[in-house]
């Protein structure tokens, strides 16, 4: 767990400096849910996305890809359930005219969303958060999706609606995908893209916004499985947030209760992570059962039954469903990340101290913010450094060596400042190492690597340099 205790608004202040996440739309005031990644923003998610392709889909023999599109058939969602079903109970107050998600309302007020079949009632008590009103509205179901027309005529037989999730584009191209990959059951088809939800009450930052990314996977298996390879698709994505730097006492799991699984499923675990916000959800695994499939075959007339020419078996596979947002673990990594720190001034024997949230340094000491990213999800991986930017000769070096290294990883090449700035400014976007030519390097062909969570440095031959980083980063 990252020990700092690092608040929403101070990791939010250092995004939008440094150019990780901005408001989308901001020069016209903003759009409320909706977020725009900057430079650094996006290769953090691309780092996200490309660790998540590999491991669930490159490396493995079982798993292949698919990218479908966004605006779908409308008769995906009836079959889904999406349209009938996916709905959030909704509740105004009649005084600040503030509208809420009841369920979240009423949680925040330390009660229950009483439920009685397809309707909601509020329990007795329940006050507007934003100026404590009792005078609100009775919940009611507001269906989740955006609605928009196909073509030019704006009438009920052109609504089509943007995904909510990706997954039901899988289901869609099950027998495609089946008849041409070579597959067979067990066998899982992934997809990463955009899903569009109309949430009530965006909030938390980036947690909770109406336009996201998802990675969903969908695994498809033989009936009576289900338990197993449940079992086995959490333990593995709990090991891959621990690859891409989570540490594992900041993660912990739900595990469904029955009584709140779909009456479908037979199991879900939801992967938690301890925002400073609270302890949320980052991906939800679920034993599906045959539902989306069964579903699909009944709406659209279409067999989505599997045949195993070994056992002379024909069935309808059951499904384990692991499904992560890009935006949630990008913004886990940056609350994990941050963190500020005292350094000693002139004093190499003295250590390192964690800041204390919203105190001065002590005296003797110098502040900075540090992003520690792993490695494998840092946005830029080496930054690149003459020594003094009046030398021609280091910086001739310097430049060529950055020209080899981007080749291979984002990286940042900088003259400007003294040497101690520069490296502060990359502590504060997470670049684990600092490459810096000097005179030495003229004579011996070798640099300074510094280290930015230890902050030591080491000299070596650039041809070992090279090897290392490949070693570390590739
Ligand atoms: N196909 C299953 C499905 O969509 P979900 O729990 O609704 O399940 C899966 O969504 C993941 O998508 C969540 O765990 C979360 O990471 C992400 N997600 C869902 N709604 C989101 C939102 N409004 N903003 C950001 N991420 C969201």
């Not at 009483?114 to 007795?124: A, C, D, H, N, V």
Request: net charge neutral; with cysteine.
């Amino acid at each position: 767990m990252n020990p700092y205790k690092v608040t929403l608004d101070s990791l939010a202040s250092l995004c939008k400096r440094r150019g990780f996440i901005f408001q989308s739309s901001e020069i016209y005031g903003g759009i409320n849910g909706f977020w725009d990644y900057g430079p650094l923003g996006c290769e953090l998610k691309r780092n996200i996305r490309n660790a998540w392709w590999k491991d669930v889909v490159q490396c493995r023999d079982d798993v292949v890809g698919l990218d479908s599109s966004i605006i779908m058939h409308p008769k995906i969602w009836e079959a889904s359930g999406h349209i009938g079903g996916f709905a959030d109970p909704m509740v105004d107050c009649k005084v600040c005219k503030k509208r809420f998600r009841a369920d979240q309302l009423c949680e925040e007020q330390g009660a229950k969303l009483i439920t009685e079949g397809s309707t909601f009632r509020l329990p007795e008590g329940m006050k507007c958060s934003a100026c404590g009103s009792k005078d609100l509205t009775t919940p009611k179901a507001f269906n989740l999706m955006f609605k928009t027309f196909v073509g030019p005529v704006e009438d009920e037989s052109a609504v089509a609606y943007l995904r909510p999730e990706t997954a039901q584009g899988i289901f869609a191209q099950f027998t495609n995908v089946l008849s041409t990959s070579r597959q067979k059951v067990p066998f899982g088809i992934a997809q990463i893209g955009k899903a569009f939800r109309n949430e009530i009450n965006p909030r938390n930052y980036t947690f909770r916004s109406r336009e996201f990314e998802q990675m969903e996977l969908e695994f498809f298996i033989k009936p009576g499985t289900d338990a197993e390879w449940h079992e086995y698709w959490v333990n593995e994505r709990l090991r891959w947030y621990g690859s891409i730097g989570l540490p594992a006492d900041s993660l912990t799991r739900y595990v469904y209760p029955k009584e709140e699984l779909a009456h479908y499923a037979s199991a879900c675990v939801d992967v938690m992570f301890a925002f400073p916000f609270g302890v949320q959800e980052l991906e939800g695994i679920a034993a599906r059962g045959n539902f989306d499939l069964s579903r699909h075959q009944e709406f659209s007339g279409k067999p989505q039954d599997y045949f195993n020419q070994e056992t002379n078996e024909k069935f309808i596979p059951h499904v384990v469903e692991p499904s992560a947002g890009v935006d949630r673990i990008a913004l886990a990594l940056l609350c994990n990340a941050y963190r500020e720190e005292w350094l000693p001034k002139d004093n190499e024997a003295a250590e390192i101290i964690l800041a204390e949230p919203g105190k001065q340094a002590p005296a003797g000491y110098e502040a900075r913010t540090v992003m520690g990213f792993a490695p494998r999800i840092a946005p830029v991986k080496v930054a690149v450094f003459p020594l003094l930017k009046n030398k021609p000769e280091l910086v001739e070096k310097a430049r060529s060596l950055f020209t080899d290294y981007r080749r291979y990883w984002p990286c940042f090449y900088d003259v400007t400042g003294a040497i101690g700035r520069r490296y502060r400014r990359q502590d504060e976007i997470g670049t684990p190492f600092g490459v810096t030519v000097d005179f030495q390097t003229l004579q011996d062909d070798t640099v300074t690597l510094r280290d930015r969570d230890t902050m030591k440095q080491e000299r070596l031959k650039i041809v070992d340099l090279g090897a290392f980083l490949h070693k570390t980063l590739d």
